[in-house]
C-alpha cells in the first residue's frame, strides 16, 4: 500500500520560478528520500533527510521534514527547464521503502 | 564505475509465456531491490534482497512471481503464466547495506504482455 502521497500531483510553472512540492506519509519513519525522473535519466536520487532532521539543502533543493505532521516538502528553486520531471517521495519505515505516486512538474520556458 | 544494468530494455510476450528480467546492480552494493511502475503510478515494491539475508518478498503479487540472487549480485525476476496486468517497468536499483541508503536504480525492462 502507497504510504507518501505528493500533493499537488502536477505543477505547471515558468521558468525561474520556485516550485514547491509535498509529500505525507502515514506512520513512523527513519528518513524520508526525494527522487527524480525523467526520460532522460530515469530514476535518481536527489536527497535524504533522516528523522531527526528538519531541513536540509542541496543546491537549488530544500527538503523540510516535520515529523508532528508527517509531511515533507521539497522546494526548487530558480526552476529550469531540465528540473521538468517527476517527484517521488519514499519513506523508510518497518523494513520496507514506501513510494508516493509522484508530482508531475513542468517548467514552462 | 559503471551503474546498474538491466536487460532486456524491452520485451514484448503473449499472455501465459514466462518471462525472465535480469539485473546487474553496482558491484559492492550488498541491497538489491525489484519495483514495479505503471504507467503515470508510483512505484510498487516487489522485493528486497539484502547480503546473505532470507529476501523479503512482502510485495509479490502473486506466486507467478519469483526473484533470485545469485552470489550476492545478478538478480533475475522471473514471471510465470505471463497476464496481461503484469505489463509494466520493471525497475531494479541497489544500495549499499540496504534500507535508508539511496539507491541507484537501472534504466528498467519495458515488459508488455499481449
Known amino acids: 500500500s502507497q504510504q507518501g502521497e505528493e500533493d499537488p500531483q502536477a505543477l505547471s510553472i515558468q521558468e525561474g520560478e520556485n516550485a514547491t512540492m509535498n509529500c505525507s506519509y502515514k506512520?513512523?519513519?527513519?528518513?524520508l528520500q526525494w527522487y527524480r525522473q525523467n526520460s532522460g535519466r530515469g530514476l535518481v536520487h536527489l536527497i535524504l533527510?533522516?528523522?531527526n532532521e528538519r531541513e536540509k539543502h542541496s543546491g537549488r533543493l530544500r527538503v523540510t521534514l516535520d515529523t508532528s505532521k508527517k509531511s515533507s516538502s521539497l522546494l526548487i528553486t530558480a526552476s529550469r527547464a531540465a528540473d521538468t520531471a517527476s517527484y517521488f517521495c519514499?519513506?523508510?519505515?518497518?523494513?520496507?521503502?514506501?513510494w508516493g505516486a509522484g508530482t508531475k512538474l513542468i517548467i514552462k520556458p | 564505475g559503471a551503474g546498474v544494468s538491466q536487460s532486456p530494455s524491452n520485451k514484448v510476450t503473449e499472455k501465459g509465456k514466462d518471462v525472465e528480467l535480469r539485473c546487474d546492480p553496482i558491484s559492492g552494493h550488498t541491497a538489491l531491490y525489484w519495483y514495479r511502475q505503471s504507467l503515470g503510478q508510483g512505484l510498487e515494491f516487489l522485493i528486497y534482497f539484502q547480503g546473505n539475508s532470507a529476501p523479503d518478498k512482502s510485495g509479490l503479487p502473486s506466486d507467478r512471481f519469483s526473484a533470485e540472487r545469485t552470489g550476492g549480485s545478478v538478480s533475475t525476476l522471473t514471471i510465470q503464466r505471463t497476464q496481461q496486468e503484469d505489463s509494466a517497468v520493471y525497475l531494479c536499483a541497489s544500495s549499499f547495506w540496504g534500507l535508508g541508503n539511496e539507491q541507484f536504480f537501472g534504466p528498467g525492462t519495458r515488459l508488455t504482455v499481449l
Open positions: 519514499a519513506t523508510d519505515s518497518n523494513y520496507q521503502l514506501i
Open positions: 506512520t513512523s519513519i527513519n528518513n
Open positions: 533527510i533522516r528523522s
